[in-house]
C-alpha cells in the first residue's frame, strides 16, 4: 500500500475516534445528568405526594371545622331567635298580668275606663265613689284573714282592693246584662258585690257595688 494511502487512512481512523471521543464525554454528561434527575425525581415525588396528602387532609379538616362552625352559628342564631320570643312572650305575659292586677290604684284611669264601659253599654253615670282598703298581708296568718279599714296603709306590700259605688241611669234588664258583662270582661279583675235597682216613672236606675284588686311588692 502506498505510504500517502496509508496516511490518509490513519487520518480518517483518528478523526473517527476523535469523533467517538467527543461523543462519548457528551453521552456521558447526558447520562450523568439524566441519573440525577432521576434519582431527584426518585426522592421528591414521594415527598410531594406525601405533601400534596396532608394539604388535602388538613383542607378536609378545616372545611370540617368551617361546617362546624356554620352549624354552631347556626344553632346559636336559633337560639338568640327562641330566647327573644321567650322574652317577648313573658314580657307579654307580664303587661297582661300587671292589666289585670296593676301595682297601683290609677284610680284616675279607672274611673275613665267605668266610665267608658257604662256609656258603652247603654246608660248614663249619676254617680262614682272609690274607696281604698287592704286585704291579709304575706306575712299575717291566713286564719286571722280581716279587711283592715282602720289601719290602711296604701304603700304597704300586698294585695290592695278598691270599692266601687256606682250608680247609673237608663236601660233596661237586657242593657243590665249587658253593662255587667261589660264589666266582667274588663281589663281589671273585677267583682260584683252586690246590686240594687231602683225604678221611676221616666227611666230606670241601677246601684252597683263593685271590687277591684291591685298589688303592691
Known amino acids: 500500500m502506498p505510504l500517502e494511502d496509508r496516511k490518509k487512512q490513519v487520518k480518517k481512523i483518528n478523526k473517527i475516534n476523535f469523533l467517538l471521543n467527543k461523543y462519548f464525554n457528551i453521552s456521558k454528561y447526558i447520562t450523568f445528568v439524566i441519573v440525577v434527575i432521576m434519582m431527584v425525581l426518585i426522592v421528591l415525588i414521594p415527598k410531594i405526594e406525601s ?5 388535602g387532609g388538613l383542607l378536609e379538616q378545616k372545611e370540617q371545622e368551617l361546617r362546624e362552625l356554620e352549624t354552631y352559628y347556626n344553632n346559636l342564631k336559633n337560639l338568640d331567635t ?7 312572650k313573658q314580657l307579654s305575659n307580664i303587661n297582661k298580668l300587671n292589666e289585670v292586677l296593676p301595682s297601683e290604684a290609677e284610680v284616675p284611669n279607672l274611673m275613665a275606663q267605668l266610665e267608658a264601659v257604662t256609656l258603652s253599654s247603654g246608660f248614663s253615670l249619676s ?6 282598703g287592704s286585704l291579709l298581708s304575706a306575712d299575717e296568718d291566713e286564719d286571722d284573714f280581716d279587711f283592715k279599714d282602720d289601719e290602711y296603709d296604701q304603700f304597704a306590700s300586698g294585695i290592695h282592693y278598691l270599692d266601687i259605688t256606682l250608680s247609673v241611669q237608663g236601660g233596661d234588664y237586657f242593657k243590665l246584662k249587658g253593662l255587667l258583662a261589660n264589666i266582667e270582661r274588663h281589663l281589671r279583675l ?3 258585690m252586690a246590686l240594687s235597682f231602683a225604678g221611676g216613672t221616666d227611666m230606670s236606675g241601677y246601684s252597683l257595688a263593685l271590687r277591684t284588686y291591685f298589688y303592691i311588692p
Open 51 to 55: 405533601i400534596n396528602q396532608k394539604k
Open 82 to 88: 327562641t330566647v327573644s320570643e321567650f322574652k317577648d
Open 127 to 132: 254617680f262614682i265613689d272609690i274607696a281604698e
Open 190 to 192: 273585677m267583682d260584683v
